[in-house]
Every structure is written in structure tokens, then in C-alpha cells.
T-cell receptor
């Protein structure tokens, strides 16, 4: 149980385009999903917390107009990187929490974004 | 402020050796959760264990064991008889507050473990 999927696993795009990444909880409902960014050989950096049916909460320094998050259902959250630039190239990972009592976050396999 | 320190950046061992990964945390909360995750080269984070602050019992799961000591704010992870498949980056993480909140995970910097045949 507690499987989280992400799509796509890898994406290459041109500078200035927008990229959408999907995060799905496959066998549980997730009231809360999280989006992280990880640079090579570094730890995970939380970008935002996404709650179903409400606006996402962004961490300090993360541009909400650049990283659009939508959590339209209890099993799906999307991250859209708008007008991507080479510095947005990174590994993006989502996680999901089953309900509000379960404290464990289960992670997706990640999406490698390369902006040319 | 909350913080997780994994002082060991990289560890290299030979197969069958035992290895301990250190984790020290800081928090002002009396209720908190500690986690260990494994990140193999594929990139996906694999959940290994969760411990709440009121449960100091050590845990063993196969070749893995965890030593939680509140007195030293440590939550160390030991792999017994290491195998090449254990090669990965291991992250220790802290979540504060009581259940029901949208509590963030605070990650340590990670320890890269290389197990050589």
C-alpha cells in the first residue's frame, strides 16, 4: 500500500515553455501533498504544501506565480513550472500523506526536468 | 528552531561490514516524529521507519536497527552485514507537532553509503 506515482519521470523542454508534473496517490486518499525540489547531491527542499480544495502554502523564497500547484482531488496534485528557465532544471519529488492522522509521507519516484 | 544534522556526508564500507548512520535533531516540541528514508540511485525515496517522541524503544527489522535516545537527541540507524544493494543516500527527517496538523518534514543533508563487494 501507500503508492505514489509521478508523471512524467523525465522531461526536457525549451526555455520559456511551461511544464506540468502530476502526482497521484494510487491506493489511498491524500488530503495533503507536498512538493520538493532536489539539486544534485543535496537534500530535499520543500517548495509547497498542497491541501485538497484550498490554495497551496508556499515556502519562503518560492515564487507561487512560477510554480503553480493545484490539488483538485484527494488523489491528484499538479505542479506547473511556468516559463521555465535553465535554472529551474532539477529533480522534483512529490509526497502524499494519507489523511491527517498518519504522519508518514510517502514519496513519488520523482521527475527530472531539464530546461534547455 | 528545528534542525536535523547528519554529520557523515559519505561512508564507504566493504560488504558484510556493519555500519551506523548518525542523526542528531533539534526541536522545542515535546511531540514530534522521526523518520529514515532511503534514496537509491533511481531517485525514489523509500520510507524505512517512523518513530514518535514518546516511544524510545529500539527497533529491529531484519538487518536494519534503529537506536532512539531522547537524552542525546539522536536517532541512529545501523545496517548489519551490509550488502551492495544497501548503497544509497539515507535521509533522517523530523516532523513536529501533534497529529492532525500539516506538519512539514525537515530533512537532514543525507549520508551517502557505498557498499563495495
Amino acid at each position: 500500500g501507500a503508492v505514489v506515482s509521478q508523471h512524467p519521470s523525465r522531461v526536457i523542454c525549451k526555455s520559456g515553455t511551461s511544464v506540468k508534473i502530476e502526482c497521484r496517490s494510487l491506493d489511498f486518499q491524500a488530503t495533503t501533498m507536498f512538493w520538493y525540489r532536489q539539486f544534485p547531491k543535496q537534500s530535499l527542499m520543500l517548495m509547497a504544501t498542497s491541501n485538497e480544495g484550498s490554495k497551496a502554502t508556499y515556502e519562503q523564497g518560492v515564487e507561487k506565480d512560477k510554480f503553480l500547484i493545484n490539488h483538485a482531488s484527494l488523489t491528484l496534485s499538479t505542479l506547473t513550472v511556468t516559463s521555465a528557465h535553465p535554472e529551474d532544471s532539477s529533480f522534483y519529488i512529490c509526497s502524499a500523506r494519507p489523511g491527517t492522522v498518519e504522519e508518514t509521507q510517502y514519496f513519488g519516484p520523482g521527475t527530472r526536468l531539464l530546461v534547455l | 528552531a528545528q534542525k536535523v544534522t547528519q554529520a557523515q556526508t559519505e561512508i564507504s564500507v566493504v560488504e558484510k561490514e556493519d555500519v551506523t548512520l548518525d542523526c542528531v535533531y533539534e526541536t522545542r516540541d515535546t511531540t514530534y516524529y522521526l523518520f529514515w528514508y532511503k534514496q537509491p540511485p533511481s531517485g525514489e525515496l523509500v520510507f524505512l521507519i517512523r518513530r514518535n517522541s514518546f516511544d524510545e524503544q529500539n527497533e529491529i527489522s531484519g538487518r536494519y536497527s534503529w537506536n532512539f535516545q531522547k537524552s542525546t537527541s539522536s536517532f541512529n540507524f545501523t545496517i548489519t552485514a551490509s550488502q551492495v544493494v544497501d548503497s544509497a543516500v539515507y535521509f533522517c527527517a523530523l516532523s513536529e507537532g501533534s497529529s492532525g496538523g500539516y506538519n512539514k518534514l525537515i530533512f537532514g543533508a543525507g549520508t551517502r553509503l557505498a557498499v563495495h563487494p
